[in-house]
């Protein structure tokens, strides 16, 4: 009988040492592994790190671009199990979201990603020159009260998130996935996760309490979380102009060509990037020479001189893309266990290059909102409380996107006489410095979130316009025409406040969310 004990004593000794090994064993392999989180292995079919199915993710992010990357990363070290499924994690040669203006560095730096940008050529941009017939004014960032690191910066948008993926790798809990999401899982009214497939064509499901869909501005799942009113004005086309020196430096240049602007601004340290916007719904044809004769008779001759022949020779290099404008306003429809983010959310005109620092700055909304909470499964009290974020968001997000829209239609050229007052306006305005310089461009830059400081600016642009033609010696053509600029400004702006929301955009205060308390776990 001793003898048995003394067998069983001897077996159960050695299967324990075995379990302990394999335990600990496991837990030393998974610390050594950097950027793989807890029950995260190697996915020799995707090229991503994929979780087991243990449960283990407290939030889904659906792309890895700008908006998720960066909302990775940082709900990554605010200790969330974070899970990313990316469509495409190889680098991405994009001709927008290579600018980002110094409202949306500071929350860069907030987020402390700022150093994303120090390693990619990333190139400072400290303010604008505007030219319009020959005339030309500069128009410099408002910086003087912040650290002499903050500015603008203009990059290629590929590396810039590529250094953010890196960086969120770098997190034990952080996991970053190659696969296409098809769908979102739905029981009973509350998103579960996604249903995705990967790059060897194996459809795979996901779970978290929270799903984060940031797939972009051609979101194939926002129809299930918001009423998109999308809305295509005009295309980019994007050309990278190369060895030669902008009249100012370290500055975005805009043209106000006919019909519509014309954008230079650096991305590298030999690179320019020219965006020609070309309105409507049709492009010319790369592929018949249609948009190369466009690009040399239409718009080249409207090019400051600088940069005319390596204007002309970036269009003969033959590297010519395009990319819809795309303006799609906030109108979320709340969902238990999803949230929309990012372009897929919310889209203005690329004109003011403000996409970015909008993004960055609903993750720091995100992020102080969802600070207090430990336990995120109660779907329903969590879809309540986040109904907050679409307030909290609005003082950046409507100064920025009803600039971009207004402007954009200010910019460009009109037969109409009253159109044209107001863009003669506009740049005079502009031109006069001051308080007319610094106010606009604080708001254009992210720094100045303030709504009622963008009307007021606009009006008073509308007012100068029509005191300029009223002077010294008003007649009833030029009263009528200043009566017709008024109206004219109120059509541009107020259509714009109106799909923002007048009530969230100025009186945020008075909107029941906006005082929403977290849930009690």
């Excluded at 290579?98 to 990619?120: H, N, S, W």
């Excluded at 200010?410 to 006069?432: G, H």
Aim: overall charge positive; glycine content about 10%.
């Amino acid at each position: 009988m001793d003898g048995q004990y003394l067998i069983s004593g001897a077996l159960a000794l050695f299967l324990g040492m075995v379990l302990l090994y394999k335990r600990f064993g496991k837990e030393k392999r998974r610390l050594s592994k950097k950027g793989r989180g807890d029950g995260y292995v190697k996915s020799s079919v995707d090229g991503g790190f994929r979780p087991e199915a243990d449960g283990s993710t407290d939030i889904l992010i659906v792309g890895a671009g700008v908006a998720g990357a960066a909302l990775a990363y940082t709900l990554g070290k605010e200790g969330r199990r974070v899970r990313v499924i990316e469509r495409d994690l190889t680098e991405q040669d994009r001709i927008v979201g290579e600018l980002l203006q110094p409202g949306g560095y500071l929350k860069l730096m907030e987020l402390d990603l700022a150093d994303c940008v120090q390693t990619i050529d990333a190139q400072r941009i400290v303010g604008y020159a505007l030219f319009k017939d020959g005339k030309h004014t500069q128009l410099s960032y408002p910086l003087e009260k912040f650290h002499s690191d903050v500015a603008g910066r203009g990059f290629h948008n590929g590396r810039f998130i590529q250094r953010m993926r890196e960086k969120a790798a770098t997190l034990p809990n952080v996991s970053l996935e190659q696969g296409t999401v098809t769908s979102l899982i739905e029981e009973n009214g509350t998103v579960k996760g996604v249903q995705y497939k990967t790059k060897a064509g194996e459809e795979l499901k996901a779970y978290a309490p929270l799903t984060v869909v940031c797939d972009g501005c051609f979101s194939n799942l926002r129809r299930n979380l918001c009423t998109p009113k999308v809305d295509v004005p005009s295309h980019f086309v994007g050309l990278v102009v190369e060895n030669c020196d902008l009249p100012f430096p370290n500055h975005g240049h805009v043209i106000l060509a006919d019909p519509s602007p014309i954008l230079f601004y650096p991305i590298g340290s030999t690179e320019i990037r020219c965006l020609v916007d070309v309105p409507g719904q049709k492009l010319p044809s790369v592929a018949s020479g249609e948009m190369a004769k466009y690009l040399k008779t239409k718009v080249a001759p409207q090019v400051p001189p600088e940069l005319y022949k390596a204007f002309i020779a970036a269009i003969d290099k033959g590297n010519i893309k395009s990319m819809p404008n795309r303006s799609m306003p906030a109108n979320p429809q709340p969902t238990p266990g999803a949230l929309l983010m990012g372009d897929a959310f919310n889209m203005r005109h690329p004109l003011t290059g403000g996409g970015m620092t909008v993004a960055l700055s609903d993750i720091v909304v995100l992020r102080n909102l969802l600070r207090p909470l430990q336990d995120l499964n109660d779907a329903s009290a969590l879809c309540k409380y986040l109904e907050s974020f679409y307030t909290l968001r609005k003082p950046v997000a409507s100064t920025i996107n009803t600039l971009a829209g207004a402007l954009y239609k200010v910019f460009c050229a009109s037969p109409d006489p009253a159109r044209k007052e107001m863009r003669e306006a506009c740049f005079d305005y502009l031109s006069l410095g001051g308080l007319c310089s610094s106010g606009p461009v604080s708001l254009l830059s992210g720094l100045n979130p303030r709504p009622m400081h963008l009307v007021c600016h606009f009006f008073a642009v509308a007012v100068y316009g029509v005191g300029r033609l009223c002077l010294p010696f008003p007649s009833l053509k030029r009263m009528w025409l200043g009566a017709r600029l008024i109206k004219g400004a109120s059509g541009i702006i107020f259509p714009i406040i109106r799909d923002e929301g007048v009530r969230q955009m100025f009186f945020p205060a008075t909107v029941p969310a906006y005082h929403r308390a977290p849930p009690v776990n």
